[in-house]
């Protein structure tokens, strides 16, 4: 007994002293569905990890909360007409965490690291195309790359290809996951389990910020007592907020809703090498089936915009198209029984196992049975979802049907809203295209579209390609979600971001 | 007493042995690719070759059971395939909250249980003993994700009387050893209360009554000592059952222990950190067992073990 | 009665097993109460299909989270479906998985004990290890692995818990089997010639009985809650089943808003729960000969 007894009273006397200090201090808690994996940015693939690596860690550039590209450690750059070499002159008079100061030998180090495949970093294909990097100066730095790329101030903008202290880097090695040191508005303090924390950077370079005294992750897996936390003001930000919980915030006065359009499109993705999904009329039919403005109103309790074209409508070359599916059960019968299938046909839809998904599938089963279409819904694990949707080798092994999913193109362009899902050559296990749709039409244009940097013909391009999918319907056009969250009113500049990031250094607790 | 200690402590190692050959199988019989989840969800195929390569997961089964036995005897396990951080590291910092957790709900559930049992055997078929078993058995069922979400919203959201979830201080420890404890104060109960009702007729109790031993003495002396025995091999089946941590209880009161990162690591399929725990848990087990076995004997001296 | 016994008086009669025990069962009133409970769920479970008043599956989208009314007794959920017809299709579902998961482990472990207590030797030491092993496996996990190595379905859910009862079974009766072992009837059985097969089945195995009938009725209670478990981490029972335990996970955002979705099914599940226990608890007192 006396063995737990004592932490136990340690713990008491920690938190008396912790709440005095928390009348003084504006300190920011946010809380987050799952623990995050590493603070090493060149090592996350998670936007939770990159949301909070964000607060302490700076690259040369950034995105505002437009997702515009803005410069942060770099001040100005200059490339040659090939864009094969990059010059930046960098910021001066910043310092790391740690007393380093900030300099083009940092970068160096940095860039080096990250380019290296040796060192078998998640996110090496930032960089993957720098072939050299020359220190010119202390505050100028030349990158030169093996092959032309237009876009590098765009990678050099995402978290991955942030800078760390080299001396944290020498010192930690490994384990510089645990130990991040940056430039950034918050200092690490500490991470234990499902608990991170940062401290305010006194000497941040930006003059008057941070306003918060500190930053706080932490993991809450149960939608209810995240919310719970925002309710008792032990958070101040949670997300993601469920739809279903809207009406409860809303009640309480000291609450807010953030309630944005996402790039996340929503769709039921058909198997169009399989009976009876490899005929388009069957597939045209299930969409006329569909009622959207009731999925919005079931599934998100209207926290959900249209899907008007296979691109969602915040990405780049989207293009509504003409003639929607408008639910018409009448017109789902007629095409069903011009194809065979007078009386309907029995399907499985896989899925994730989490509530959406599963609510979004008994919608789609409810819908499609009215025109006798039995659907047997059967949610999947993670782990099992890649055994048997993801990571089949051939086209005829595949098993799925019908995949109620969801994508979310993180790099904000219209290629990877397309390719990744609907290219012929982009069958799993290389890619996701899960509908197993191949048309040259659209095959063609997706290409034209990665080969060139001009803005008129790709847009072209991404035209022709939306058009034909369109009228193929490889999936169930549902929706596009919104992006929920919640937090306390007093509050302020706390950014949520299309790709679901979040931004912290202008935060301030009124 | 010694030679039954080691004969004993000699007869874990088979026992674990075949737990290793259990766990290792039934991680690589779960469905779905770690290397293909670790990489993450738009990555391409050289990049999972790469991580499937690091990870070690592109060797022969065999020289993978190998090296996780060989890694399992000197207790080093290997990194996290998920964080990439020392497993022992990973475990460790997640064992004392649920040695924590587990210990407030064991305590205050024993003392529960056994109050109300021995009340319930004292006045057994009067009103007492019904309501006791009545509660005690409540106490069992109530899903416990439930009664947790339903906690919270009365104590925190209501009355703000506790923190909603999270670890630290002790408010932080009501609400889920409350929950977790819930099950075995109504084990305990029930079980204290016909082990006492079982004593209370043998032989020499009765002989003490019948010498005019006062009442309340016999229960607290006489009856009591010799229930000891079975209520502490439920104790500690409990406590051994607790351990392994509540993956619900942790989950709705967001509790830093091992339960939920088994959760996380099985759908991650992190092996070397499923397969890590696992022995853990069952070599806690079996250990109980063992310090159960022990305490028998000093209870109870008549116990003699050959 | 016999006249050269004068002390027994003719109410002490000599009862036969049965109605003796009857006679104790009746005297705990709440396992009375509790079986009837059970009966009459069992009875509405089975009626389900005459009896509720709406389509369980029945969308309605204009009577979303209604609360309780007289159209609706226990409410409309998120769907707009009918709870109460919910909860009562549900009854089979749940009912369905206490039972055969508990008979299905029951027969296993049953068949163990037995084996294992009356070989002894080797063949007992091997299946006590087994079991050693099974009950260090968490069990929770054990059912994780199984629906994620199976698939989730409410099939799958039943063997998993099943797995689990196996070995506090087979324990159980590996320990009354030791005991029968020794009885004299068994050894006047041997000394006639009956083979082990006969002895185990006919003369050991209704001795263990009692304990495992009470073992049963308590462990059924664990195994709905399982289920229920299972669902809350998402792996139970598959959509749009009634299984209580998934329409308790189901709901459980709107604690708070909507707090009726979880009420009713919540409520359902501790009943049931309650009854098997008390009914547990009732035939211990009933068939333990050392009760009287």
């Known amino acids: 007994m006396t063995r737990f007894a004592l932490p136990l009273v340690a713990g008491l006397l920690c938190c008396t002293a912790l709440t005095n200090a928390a009348f003084a201090a504006k300190d920011l808690v946010v809380g987050v569905p799952d623990n995050l994996t590493t603070l090493d940015p060149a090592d996350v693939n998670d936007t939770l990890s990159q949301s909070a690596t964000r607060t302490m860690l700076q690259g040369l550039f950034a995105f505002d909360k437009e997702m515009k590209l803005i410069p942060q450690l770099a001040e100005s750059f200059t490339v040659n007409d090939t864009a094969t070499e990059y010059t930046y002159k960098l910021r001066k008079g910043v310092t790391f965490h740690d007393g380093t100061p900030f300099n083009a030998q940092a ?34 730095i030349t990158l030169k790359l093996a092959q032309p790329f237009g876009a590098l101030n765009n990678n050099l903008a995402h978290p991955g290809a942030m800078i760390h202290s080299p001396k944290a880097l020498e010192t930690y090695g490994k384990e510089i996951g645990r130990h991040p040191v940056g430039t950034g508005p918050f200092k690490f303090v500490s991470w234990q389990a499902d608990t991170m924390v940062a401290t305010k950077n006194t000497n941040y370079w930006k003059p008057g910020l941070p306003k918060v005294d500190s930053v706080t992750f932490r993991s809450v897996p149960e939608n209810g007592s995240r919310i719970a936390m925002l309710q008792t003001n032990e958070a101040q930000f949670v997300y993601p907020l469920p739809s279903e919980m809207v009406p409860m915030v809303e009640k309480n006065p000291a609450l807010s809703i953030i309630n944005a359009p996402s790039i996340i499109a929503r769709y039921v993705a058909m198997n169009t090498m399989k009976k009876p999904f490899n005929d388009v009329r069957v597939r045209q039919a299930l969409n006329y089936a569909i009622d959207k403005n009731a999925w919005t109103k079931i599934v998100y309790r209207g926290f959900a915009g249209p899907l008007p ?32 299938y007078p009386n309907g046909f029995e399907a499985e839809m896989f899925g994730r196992n989490n509530t959406n998904f599963i609510r979004g599938m008994q919608f789609v089963q409810q819908q499609l049975s009215q025109i006798g279409v039995k659907i047997t819904v059967t949610p999947l694990e993670a782990g099992v979802e890649t055994a048997r949707v993801w990571g089949v080798e051939k086209p005829e092994d595949a098993t799925v049907q019908m995949q109620y999913g969801g994508w979310s193109a993180s790099t904000g362009d219209a290629d990877w809203g397309l390719r990744p899902l609907l290219w012929g050559k982009g069958f799993p296990p ?81 | 007493m010694l030679k039954y200690l080691v004969g004993r402590i000699a007869g874990i190692i088979p026992v674990l042995l075949v737990i290793s050959v259990f766990v290792f199988g039934f991680v690589h019989l779960l469905p779905g690719d770690p290397a293909r989840l670790v990489a993450g969800s738009d990555a391409s195929p050289s990049d999972i070759a790469l991580v499937r390569q690091d990870l070690g997961l592109d060797q022969p089964l065999w020289v993978q059971y190998g090296r996780f036995l060989s890694n399992a005897v000197q207790g080093e396990f290997g990194r996290s395939m998920k964080t990439k951080r020392k497993v022992s590291e990973e475990i460790g910092s997640r064992f004392l ?10 305590a205050w559930a024993t003392l529960a249980g056994l109050l109300i049992g021995v009340a319930s055997a004292t006045k057994r078929g009067r009103w007492p003993d019904h309501v006791g078993m009545f509660v005690a058995v409540s106490g069992i069922a109530f899903p416990s994700f439930w009664l947790g979400l339903l906690m919270i919203d009365l104590f925190s959201v209501q009355l703000r009387w506790l923190p909603t979830s999270g670890y630290g201080t002790w408010q932080h420890f009501v609400m889920p050893s409350l929950t977790l404890g819930l099950g075995v104060a109504a084990v305990m109960a029930r079980f204290t209360r016909s082990a006492f009702i079982d004593i209370a007729r043998e032989d020499y109790v009765r002989t003490a009554r019948a010498k005019g031993v006062p009442s309340r003495l016999v229960v607290w002396k006489h009856t009591l000592r010799n229930a000891m025995i079975p209520i502490i091999t439920m104790v500690g089946l409990q406590f051994g059952f607790l351990l392994g941590g509540s993956i619900v209880v942790e989950t709705v009161f967001s509790w830093p222990g091992l339960g939920r990162l088994l959760v996380d690591s099985v759908s991650y399929r992190d092996y070397t950190v499923i397969q890590a725990e696992i022995l853990l848990f069952s070599l806690e087990f079996i250990l109980i067992n063992l310090l159960v076995d022990v305490l028998y004997a000093l209870a109870n001296p008549e116990i003699r073990y050959s | 009665m016999s006249t050269t016994a004068p002390a027994v008086t003719a109410t002490d009669t000599i009862r036969s097993p049965l109605a003796e025990f009857w006679r104790k069962f009746l005297r705990r009133r709440s396992a009375v109460v509790a079986g009837l409970c059970l009966l009459l769920l069992a009875l509405a479970a089975a009626a389900a299909p005459w009896i509720a008043p709406y389509d369980p599956a029945g969308f309605d989208y204009d009577r979303v989270l209604e609360g309780p009314s007289w159209a609706h007794w226990a409410g409309t959920d998120s769907y707009g479906r009918d709870i109460f017809s919910r909860i009562l299709w549900g009854a089979r579902i749940s009912l369905s998985v206490g039972l055969l998961s508990v008979m299905l482990g029951g027969i296993v472990g049953i068949a163990l004990g037995l084996v294992s207590g009356f070989r002894g030797g080797f063949i007992d030491s091997l299946i006590m290890r087994l079991c050693d092993v099974l009950l260090a496996f968490p069990g929770i996990l054990l059912a994780i692995g199984i629906v994620a190595i199976l698939g989730p379905g409410i099939e799958n859910v039943i063997y998993a818990v099943a797995i689990f ?68 981490i998402g792996l139970g029972a598959q959509p749009p089943s009634p299984e209580w335990g998934a329409m308790l996970a189901d709901g459980r955002s709107y604690i708070g808003v909507a707090s009726h979705v979880t009420f009713y099914p919540g409520l359902a599940i501790f009943i049931t729960v309650l009854a098997f226990n008390l009914l547990g608890d009732g035939l211990r007192d009933a068939l333990d000969p050392k009760l009287r």
């Open chain 1, 107 to 140: 970068v160096k180090i940095n860039f080096d690291r990250l380019s290296n495949p040796a060192n078998k970093l998640k996110r090496q294909s930032l960089l993957a195309m720098l072939a050299e990097t020359v220190v010119v100066d202390d505050t100028t």
């Open chain 1, 309 to 340: 074209s296979p691109l969602p409508p915040k990405l780049g070359f989207h293009v509504p198209q003409a003639e929607q599916y408008t639910v018409d059960l009448a017109k789902a019968k007629a095409l069903l029984a011009e194809a065979g």
């Open chain 1, 430 to 510: 290389k890619f996701f295209n899960v509908a197993y749709y191949k048309n040259e039409t659209v095959d063609a244009a997706i290409e034209t579209g990665i080969a060139t940097a001009d803005t008129a013909k790709r847009a072209e391009a991404y035209r022709v390609a939306q058009e034909q999918i369109w009228k193929d319907a490889p999936w169930l056009f549902l929706g596009v979600e919104n992006l929920l969250a919640a937090q306390v009113k007093n509050l302020t500049g706390l950014n949520q971001v299309a790709d679901g990031g979040l931004q912290i250094e202008e935060a301030d607790i009124q």
């Open chain 2, 97 to 106: 909250p649920t040695l924590y957790l587990t210990g407030a709900a064991m």
């Open chain 3, 165 to 232: 009862s196996i070995p506090v079974f087979a324990r159980l009766v590996r320990g009354s089997t030791l005991s029968l072992k020794q009885a004299v009837y068994v050894d006047a059985a041997r000394a006639i010639g009956v083979r082990d097969r006969m002895l185990m089945l006919r003369h050991i195995l209704p001795g263990t009985l009692p304990s495992v009938i009470v073992y049963v009725s308590m462990r059924i209670g664990t195994s709905i809650l399982t289920a229920a478990s299972l669902s809350f």
